[in-house]
């Protein structure tokens, strides 16, 4: 799985692949037991919140998750972007 970014429908079902997608950027950056614990509650809810806030639960919306930082995190009709931040090896 690509861990640098993950774009998916703006739907409740891909909550799923959203936290799978945070386990693996996690794994990738050595995260320890409660780290990924707080990371994954953490992304869970800004995605639920980008899905159902954000873009009215509206599958021709998306939502874009990315590891880095580039500016700020933004609503972007039409989606919405959720940053996870963490570098390999921090």
Not at 6 to 13: E, G, M, T, W, Y
Not at 43 to 72: I, Q, S, T, W, Y
Not at 79 to 89: A, H, I, K, R, S
Request: glycine letters at 10%; hydrophobic letters at 40%; a negative charge.
């Amino acid at each position: 799985m690509d861990t640098e970014a993950i774009d998916l429908p703006s739907r409740v079902a891909s909550l799923d692949r959203a936290e799978a997608w945070g386990a693996a950027v996690a794994d990738a950056c050595g995260l320890g037991e409660d780290d990924r614990h707080r990371s994954g509650l953490a992304l869970h809810e800004a995605a639920a919140n980008a899905v159902l806030h954000g873009n009215g639960a509206d599958p021709a919306k998306r939502v874009r998750l990315g590891r880095a930082l580039r500016d700020a995190p933004r609503d972007d009709p039409p989606g919405t972007d959720v940053l996870l931040v963490c570098e390999p090896g921090e």
